[in-house]
């Protein structure tokens, strides 16, 4: 009986010792993660070179092959097992000549607004659009007005971000459809063109595009649809209650072109123990073409090659196979993560785990899950580890657009959250720009998702299917 | 005994039921103290007036004089119990003409400097000094090299905050010894001047000034002292490494004349239940003179005056006296603080709490407390209900400057944290300045000290002395 009281403890203590040391050793690797991230980082001078040598990077635009070459050769740099580029047809819209528009008060007397084309509206007549405008506040209440009061008329969304949510991506979610539906729903009413105020918290004089659709509206129904600065949706409604009949008009230029080839950029560790199991960190590479979109997402593109390369700088081996993918063409068709998912499924490739960036480079705040309890309470378990960095947001939720055809049964896909205060300052905006990019708060970026890939890969996926599910 | 167990039964229950609505009634203040922040803040505007229209606010000044009666006219309108004017003598520095310097690698070839007079400094001579350069990382090796290496030189100053700790105040405060005893130290051994490396984790063209003390050093023994921008401190560093008998000249023109009057600016709620405990919130009106110290610390100022409006508007009346403290002359003296404190002490005032913003106007993450066990486990069992907010960071350490000298048995101390990665980019420096804020990570900031205070006021202090110990 002593015997084996002596040998249960003797047990007890050897596990007691080796959690001990376990939870010391992934100590140790998230401080040399940390450390080698904001000593020797990469991804500030990567942004720096996609941001300001290279620029805004719609899908099928020229600086768009020119980011998918200058990736393709930095991740070559690296040493990464494999590297190559998967190809993608995407859509290729144009914005053309910059857009003009004024609100015109009484006979010759305008001011001008700064509005811009949404992604995917087609132009103005040659001459522009000038009509009465009807404000709206919802897509219920355009409803609710009815041919008879829209008819002829440009049709102002003007329903605004909601101040008082924490989480910004809650605001933005609310107010969305105004710009995404505004124009198909207009249209059906007989509009003549929509202004959409823009999806930003603060008052300021940049207009903000982003994609809108036209559902299955016959070309000929189709309206042209822009946004408008806050500043200036203020300014637009405050003078609408004292000249209800004022007149608005705006011109744009852009044009869709047939879709263009182009490439998602992959790069890959092979694994040591599961090489035909991936864990993939990504974001995307193109961006909106009115900044240079610097958080939107060369941020998650930096941060997402740095994954490996800080990967491999602190002498680690993953068991599985880690992919960095650099997905074209998520702001306007997400052509580029549908292409990777199809084509994972084609080749029976088993991912298991999948970690977006496309919140901009903000302070790290943590990340959310769409996966399985089992799997969010052993990630919940890791938390302790995380707090000498101040992440602490370990929630259920949202993950990112580009992973998300990826979603299957037993799969984890998460979504790094940083900071949202400032992101919709910047979201799809002229001042997207590398100077709004804090260079520490990029790197505890690039530095949470490596942690987090590290821990991934060390404990693995609970219930991941070791078959593909076709 | 059946009775008696129904009976403990429902004591039970409506003692579960009393926490349960506590609860739900403490949730729904802080919820309508967050929405009446970000809907119908005023830290903002505050903020726009004391930054645009009266600007940097050094002791002494005559802008500094303009915020005391700015920010008393404003806390006269809130409807407080009281307001008034605390004097405090202050010392007033002035750094005069714009600071002029360069480097002199060869005859005539020259390279100008962008530097700073460090606060308290004295001038240069007026036709400047020039001298060649000695570069130390600390005062130990300042020590090792002695009179022999050192007479005659500018010592220059050079280590770097480090960029791998995560909380950049860590980081500075592993630097500031440079700029604060450089001057005293090198000047013992005979160096005519010092420079020293601006405390800031970027490269960029700032120089920060900041408080420096000769300590009891004899005035005719006292040499001049200016901060250089990193960018500047990189290339004298690199350029010493190949021309090690360069010249340095700096000339700088600030001069210490007598101390002048001013005052602490406090407004009060009276207690309806405690009118005679205290529980304060402040910042600092003063600031450096480079910038508008928006950050440093116009932001802690207007948090700490909203915080009082805030509680008015959601109708709370608190049982203790709640006084918000704008104290004169922390970044070179702390006159406002130790005037506070000797008062209240005079007076027998009973501080029961204190709580201060001096650490920018960024997104908040938490509190550091200054406080015994006992307090500190009642404060953390609020953390639940800060979570919705994304506030986690409930710790102990360092409070605030101003409430430092408020230090006794009892007293629970506080300081915010605000996320601190962008911190020392305006610490100090000409780009502290009103568009450097955010509004929301502004008021998120306001919302949440007004949270705590209700939290304080409503659950009170453990243990505090009812009676002021003198």
């Given at each position: ?29 998230l401080?040399?993660?940390?450390k ?5 980082g ?11 040598k290279?620029?805004g ?9 020119k ?55 087609i ?16 897509l ?11 008819k002829?008329?440009i ?7 909601r ?6 991506f ?27 105020r823009?999806?930003n918290?603060?008052?300021d004089d940049?207009?903000?595009?982003g994609?809108?659709?036209?559902g299955d ?7 042209a ?24 008009y705006f ?62 700088k602190?002498?680690?081996r ?22 990777y ?14 970690l977006?960036?496309?919140s ?36 259920k ?12 049964q ?22 997207d720009?590398?100077d709004a ?6 790197e505890l970026g ?10 991934m ?10 078959q593909?599910?076709?």
């Open positions: 009986m002593k015997k084996l009281l002596v040998v249960l403890l003797l047990i007890f203590m050897a596990q007691t010792l080796e959690a001990q040391n376990t939870q010391e050793k992934d100590a140790a690797m401080e040399a993660i940390y080698a991230s904001l000593l020797n990469n991804s500030y001078p990567w942004l720096d070179h996609l941001s300001n290279i620029g990077r719609l899908s099928g635009s020229i600086n768009a092959q980011a998918v070459q200058y990736t393709k050769e930095e991740l070559d740099k690296l040493g990464l097992d494999k590297v190559w580029l998967q190809p993608v047809m995407v859509p290729k819209w144009v914005r053309g000549l910059k857009e003009y528009s004024f609100m015109e008060t009484g006979p010759g007397v305008t001011s001008v607004m700064n509005i811009c084309a949404l992604g995917g509206s132009a103005t007549p040659n001459a522009g659009i000038k009509a009465n405008v009807i404000e709206v506040s919802s219920e209440e355009l409803d609710s007005l009815g041919s008879k009061n829209i002829g008329k049709v102002f969304f003007n329903r605004p971000m101040a008082d949510l924490i989480q910004t809650e605001a933005y979610g609310g107010c969305v459809d105004q710009r995404y539906s505004g124009a198909k729903e207009a249209a059906k009413y007989g509009a003549v063109g929509i202004v959409v823009s999806m918290l603060r008052n940049f207009p903000h595009t994609a809108m659709s036209y509206l016959p070309a000929s129904k189709r309206i649809a822009c946004a408008i600065s806050t500043n200036d949706a203020n300014k637009l409604s405050n003078t609408l209650k004292l000249i209800p009949d004022l007149n608005f011109k744009q230029n852009c044009k869709i072109y047939p879709d263009v080839e182009s490439y998602n950029v992959i790069g890959e560790i092979t694994g040591s123990t599961y090489p035909n199991k991936y864990m993939i960190v990504g974001g995307h590479l193109d961006s909106w073409d009115l900044g240079d979109g610097s958080h939107d997402d060369g941020a998650g593109v930096v941060q997402s090659m740095d994954v490996l390369r800080l990967l491999k602190t002498g680690y993953p068991k599985h196979s880690i992919r960095v993918v650099l997905f074209m063409n998520e702001e306007n068709g997400l052509r580029g993560g549908n292409a998912a199809t084509q994972a499924n084609l080749k029976g490739e088993n991912h298991v785990f999948a977006e960036s496309d901009g480079g903000f302070t790290p705040r943590g990340f959310s899950f769409d996966c399985d309890q089992e799997n969010f309470e052993q990630i919940q378990s890791w938390q302790p580890l995380f707090k000498p960095y101040l992440i602490h947001y370990f929630e939720g949202g993950s990112g657009a580009d992973i998300g055809p990826l979603k299957k037993g799969i984890v896909l998460a979504g790094l959250r940083p900071d949202s205060q400032r992101y919709f300052d910047y979201h799809h905006a002229e001042n720009t590398f990019v804090n260079k520490r708060e990029l690039a530095a949470t998702m490596t942690s987090l890939i590290y821990l890969d060390t404990y693995g996926v609970k219930n991941s299917l070791t593909i599910k076709k």
